[in-house]
């Protein structure tokens, strides 16, 4: 069996029995970023160093004895909106091009717990604010598949280097899709849990109603390791959930029986390409030859997630954003003689935020401001109530809804000038985020466009805290499109 | 809502709520694009939502408070590290008040 064939519970477990070291593994890692992420740009920051030490550590309790946990030499890429001690946290942003975190995000504790390595930071869309890492303030992400295309965003760097070997599998935030859309467009598989099943502390907050972290791996299977060892409350974040959990490495594999698929006919939409909507259709064909059943849902407010999205995100951008005013930390602006506090503010914000972020800041303050909050804000907050009534009336005819992650498959590079065509990429995945249920995008299929095969994503979501149901689902698919 | 139109005083209003500089040519560029996705949004003006319970968060859970109880704080160093100017153990900062504001 070769490296590629293994899941990462055998290469970890291989690491924990001495017979592997966590050191080649890390040095086979480097090895590709060395040699292909100059064209890619995956990563913000390779901790080369720190991911060699802590490997050799990690080699060293092997030898005594000792057993480093179930990620033992795993190789973790991490995206740059999650703080760590190590090197900087940048959010891709000018404001943040220097800071250095005084602590430790929980997912990362609890992946060196599991004996798991960090081999660096990842690009993204500055402060997780695009879907496609052009908004980078340290330039795009390219796609594996084809490096004239877009990997997806914001987790653009985490799918990118998953996609490219650069590590056994990466973490992500999804507050919209951001992990599910740079997923598939680069052909990997990312989990957005459900809403407060994973602790957020030390995740640089964008939507907080909204905001999920999640791993991308290449296989079901090596997610939902990950999966285990970031979830379960924390009590330095009071909206993580205290719900029981469930160790799912073990199950995953498991088939469920008499297993519904809802499809709804919204996500049958004449606007998805049509290289995407035969991924689809296959995939339907795929799901009743091992013996699921195909059932037929409505979720009729579908397409007004990006109205809903668009409001609620940026409102709680605009606040939780508020923290950077050049005072504490962050990009301070230069003053003239006589300029005062409230222009220190303005100057350092307008010069530390690139033109995506200001523009969310400036729509989430317009849709809180006097006179336009019960309008806008309220409204939004009514018609997502809706939705997740939607979402659970479909749920009582189906275990999961199967559809597409993205209506097209990875787009050029500046392809998408107008920020709402860039917007309304993220059809699909937005209402996971507004109903706050688990989703997750895995390869479907492949498209060809003009010649280049790229990969084509399929997005099963399921009620909340089911993550044992969409997993083993999942694994299903993944076995009967294999 | 026929409001979908910003005009440039409206960008101007809330950049300055937003404390974000913005003049010249990026007011006319805010002013159209936010108009753009305004017009966008206002589908949702469309939905019968008359006695529908706002959904502010999608969790069903009290909040959870913490024990009264001193634990350790950050240590002052490691939080001024990341600070563009301090003085000795303070952030430092534009005058606040104007001459003679002193209290």
Known sequence: ?482 | MSHAELTTKEVLHVAKLSRLAIDGDAVEGMRTQLSTILGHIAQLQAVAVDGVEPMAHPLHIVNRLDADEPKPAMDVSDFLRNAPATEGRFLAVPKVLADGGDA
Not at chain 1, 342 to 349: A, M, V
Not at chain 1, 435 to 444: L, Q
Not at chain 1, 455 to 468: C, I, N, R, S, Y
């Open chain 1, 1 to 482: 069996m070769s490296s590629d064939t293994k899941t990462l519970t055998q290469l970890c477990a291989e690491v924990a029995a001495g017979t592997v070291t966590a050191r080649s593994r890390v040095e086979m890692y480097l090895a590709n970023i060395a040699q292909r992420d100059g064209a890619i740009h995956a990563f913000n920051e390779v901790h080369s160093d720190a991911a060699r030490a802590r490997a050799d550590a990690i080699d060293a309790d092997v030898a005594a004895g000792k057993n480093p946990g179930p990620l033992a030499g795993a190789v973790i890429a991490m995206k740059d909106n999650i703080v760590m001690r190590e090197g900087r946290t940048t959010c891709s942003s000018k404001m943040l091009a220097n800071y250095r975190s005084p602590f430790d995000a929980t997912v990362v504790t609890r992946l060196y717990a599991a004996g798991a390595i960090v081999i660096g930071k990842t690009n993204l869309d500055e402060f997780a604010m695009g879907s496609s890492t052009e908004n980078s303030a340290f330039g795009v992400t390219k796609n594996p598949w084809d490096l004239t295309r877009v990997a997806g965003g914001s987790s653009g760097g985490s799918a990118a280097a998953v996609a490219a070997k650069f590590c056994d599998a990466a973490l992500g935030s999804d507050t919209g899709g951001s992990i599910r859309q740079p997923a598939a467009l680069c052909g990997c598989v990312g989990f957005k849990p459900t809403y407060g099943r994973v602790s957020r502390y030390g995740l640089v907050a964008f939507g907080s109603s909204l905001d999920q972290i999640g791993p991308f791996a290449r296989t079901i299977a090596d997610a939902t390791l990950v999966y285990d060892t970031l979830c379960g409350l924390d009590p330095h974040d009071s909206t993580c959930a205290d719900m029981p959990v469930v160790t799912l490495a073990d199950k995953v594999h498991l088939p469920l029986k008499q297993l519904r698929v809802g499809v709804p006919r919204e996500y049958r939409s004449s606007d998805n390409a049509p290289s995407v909507a035969a991924v689809l259709e296959q995939a339907i064909v795929a799901a009743r030859a091992m013996g699921a059943e195909i059932v037929d849902v409505d979720l009729p407010l579908t397409p007004l997630g990006i109205s809903i999205y668009y409001v609620i995100a940026p409102a709680e951008a605009s606040s939780n954003l508020a923290r950077f005013d050049g005072i504490r930390y962050g990009h301070r602006a230069t003053l003239a003689p006589g300029d005062d506090l409230e222009t220190l503010y303005c100057k350092s914000r307008a010069e530390g935020f690139g033109p995506e972020v200001q523009r969310r800041i400036m729509l989430g303050t317009y849709v809180l401001s006097s006179g336009y909050y019960d309008a806008y804000y309220k409204r939004a907050l009514q018609v997502r109530r809706l939705i997740k009534d939607e979402f659970d009336r479909a749920f009582t005819k189906c275990d999961v809804i199967l559809g597409v992650t993205s209506p097209v498959p990875a787009f050029e590079i500046g392809g998408k000038k107008d920020p709402l065509s860039m917007y309304l990429c993220d059809v699909y995945t937005v209402n996971t985020n507004i109903a706050g249920i688990p989703g997750i995008s895995f390869n479907g299929g492949f498209a060809d466009e003009g010649g280049v095969k790229l990969p084509v994503g399929l997005q099963l979501q399921a009620p909340a805290f089911a993550e044992e149901t969409l997993l083993r689902a999942a694994s299903m698919f993944e076995r009967a499109l294999a």
